[in-house]
């Protein structure tokens, strides 16, 4: 298991840890720590996914050379830029809004 994958897993665990810590504390009475508990167990779980999606995103970017983009842009010369950016999107699900956005720019700044 690579490093960043054990520590996802990690912090999978750690926040079921904190939620159900959260309500066993809920349901002996205390609201307050348990509840501070729960917003922390989804917290952690938060950041990890968000961390991961960046990665998927970061991967995804590399495997659109600014031809290829171009290629794909052509097909709708018309379009503006929000539309070129859901374009590329829809062709692959995993680039973040941020790098389909620097990507189209990139291709209409080359082109």
Known sequence: MSTP???????AVLAAVAVLAG???VLQGDTSAGAW?????????????ERRR???SAAATGDW???RVRELL????????VHQVRRLRRA???LGLADA????EAAAREG
């Open 92 to 94: 692959d699900r995993r």
């Open 23 to 25: 309500v066993v504390t």
């Open 37 to 49: 508990l729960m917003v922390a167990g989804g917290l952690v779980l938060s950041v990890s996914m």
């Open 54 to 56: 960046r990665e998927r």
């Open 5 to 11: 994958a054990a520590l996802r897993w990690a912090a």
């Open 65 to 67: 050379p600014l031809q």
């Open 101 to 104: 956005v620097a990507l189209v």
């Open 74 to 81: 052509a097909q709708a010369p018309e379009e503006g830029r």
